[in-house]
């Protein structure tokens, strides 16, 4: 079926990087844009990266911009979240989740994984 | 990028229909009819429940309909049910090709 799960989160100090992935199975990975959401402890839903079916085009929130690389290597079906200088504002439970259309970017999100916790502490 | 704005909060008896406001700018909400809903039970992931301003998923009740009007969409929840109680959260397709999301809103069923 359907699936996306995420790894790689973990306990890390402030200033440090970590990588996030995400494995896709159960429909062709290449053919859908994917995001990432992250959600802080008690708090809503952020958006925070896209990067499109084809790789070409990303798009990041205005808060990562430069500290986050959203990127996908879709011979392995994965999609990665490469965090940069990480600060206490960004401990979260990060989701990926695939844009609802095929070779197109819709907005919307119709399948997610169930998350990787961040939590960047000293 | 700045938030949607919900209601924190809103509650309704079984039976009742409820109605969660998400309001945004020009930019996003009033300027794109990509809008979206989302529901988030307790230590879930969330679901896509409304996309396109009103358009539902197969298999999603019809008991939940979207509409938008200016730069403020709307969700409705009809014939409230035990298992409506959770997170809510609005989307929107802004203007420099990014997504906002909503504050959230917590229905309750009393």
């Known amino acids: 079926q359907v699936q996306l799960v995420e790894s790689g989160g973990g306990v890390v100090q402030p200033g440090r990087s970590l990588r996030l992935s995400c494995a896709a199975s159960?429909?062709?990975?290449?053919?859908?844009?994917m995001h990432w959401v992250r959600q802080a402890p008690g708090k809503g839903l952020e958006w925070v990266a896209v990067?499109?079916?084809?790789?070409?085009?990303?798009y990041y929130e205005d808060s990562v911009k430069g500290r986050f690389t959203i990127s996908r290597d879709n011979s392995k079906n994965t999609l990665y979240l490469q965090m940069n200088s990480l600060g206490a504002e960004d401990t979260a439970v990060y989701y990926c989740a695939r844009e609802r259309g095929s070779y197109i970017y819709l907005y919307d999100m119709d399948v997610w994984g169930r998350g990787t916790t961040v939590t960047v502490s000293s | 990028q700045s938030a949607l704005t919900q209601p924190a909060s809103v509650s309704g008896s079984p039976g009742q229909s409820i109605t969660i406001s998400c309001t945004g700018t020009s930019s996003d909400v009033g300027g794109y009819n990509f809008v979206s809903w989302y529901q988030q039970h307790p230590g879930k992931a969330p679901k896509l429940m409304i996309y396109d301003v009103s358009k539902r998923p197969s298999g999603f009740s019809n008991r939940f309909s979207g509409s938008k009007s200016g730069n403020t969409a709307s969700l409705t929840i009809s014939g409230l049910q035990a298992e409506d109680e959770a997170d809510y959260y609005c989307?929107?397709?802004?203007?420099?090709?990014?997504?906002?999301f909503g504050t959230g809103t917590k229905v309750t069923v009393l």
């Open positions: 989307s929107s397709y802004t203007s420099s090709s990014t997504l906002d």
């Open positions: 990067i499109w079916y084809d790789g070409i085009n990303t």
């Open positions: 159960g429909f062709t990975f290449s053919a859908y844009g």
